[in-house]
T-cell receptor, first 112, second 116 residues
Framework: EADIYQTPRYLVIGTGKKITLECSQTMGHDKMYWYQQDPGMELHLIHYSYGVNSTEKGDLSSESTVSRIRTEHFPLTLESARPSHTSQYLC???????????FGSGTRLTVV | DQQVKQNSPSLSVQEGRISILNCDYTNSMFDYFLWYKKYPAEGPTFLISISSIKDKNEDGRFTVFLNKSAKHLSLHIVPSQPGDSAVYFCAASTSISSGSARQLTFGSGTQLTVLP
């Protein structure tokens, strides 16, 4: 079954640690996205990719970085986590045309 | 500046009645609109969409209405069911995004609670 997977679902980590949030999709989509969402707030685009070796920053400034070495994989890395990074991170992908996004289940990150 | 606004953070309706969720936008270049539904601890799931060349799109119990002159769209759920209780996000996109991709701009969501 084609889908998009995010791991871990929940992560509690100490300040200063390096973390990588994983995102993989099996739909062969070229375009992938990372959104950040705080409770009661809109989803903010922080990174996107239109294909392998293509990455761009989104509307919301983020200290995280991303890579796109394989079509199916779009990991997000925080080199030094801080409490201000506490949020939900949602990965999505999209195909051609007007089709909407398919979202993963998200990673709830808490930095203590 | 928030280009997609959902001014009602929450809405409660009785089971069997109609739920109406509203969304306003400011960017006249938006030409495609979507509604997503989100349960706690899960990612948003696509619900229904509408192109700017239409003013109505219906899919089962869900209907989306678009009023371009007012830059307003609404989602109607009839009849509402307790399983519809979730956060509903309105999203919009424009074909004038960079590259060939469309990027979605989301509203802040409305928590719908359907009471049994």
């Amino acid at each position: 079954e084609a889908d998009i997977y995010q791991t871990p679902r929940y992560l509690v980590i100490g300040t200063g640690k390096k973390i990588t949030l994983e995102c993989s999709q099996t739909m062969g989509h070229d375009k992938m996205y990372w959104y950040q969402q705080d409770p009661g707030m809109e989803l903010h685009l922080i990174h996107y990719s239109y294909g392998v070796n293509s990455t761009e920053k989104g509307d919301l400034s983020s200290e995280s970085t991303v890579s796109r070495i394989r079509t199916e994989h779009f990991p997000l890395t925080l080199e030094s986590a801080r409490p201000s990074h506490t949020s939900q991170y949602l990965c999505a992908s999209s195909g051609v045309g007007l089709a909407g996004y398919t979202f993963g289940s998200g990673t709830r990150l808490t930095v203590v | 500046d928030q280009q997609v606004k959902q001014n009602s953070p929450s809405l409660s309706v009785q089971e069997g009645r109609i739920s109406i969720l509203n969304c306003d936008y400011t960017n006249s270049m938006f030409d495609y609109f979507l509604w997503y539904k989100k349960y706690p601890a899960e990612g948003p799931t696509f619900l229904i969409s509408i192109s700017s060349i239409k003013d109505k799109n219906e899919d089962g119990r869900f209907t989306v209405f678009l009023n371009k002159s007012a830059k307003h769209l609404s989602l109607h759920i009839v009849p509402s069911q307790p399983g519809d209780s979730a956060v509903y996000f309105c999203a919009a996109s424009t074909s004038i995004s960079s590259g060939s991709a469309r990027q979605l701009t989301f509203g802040s969501g409305t928590q719908l609670t359907v009471l049994p």
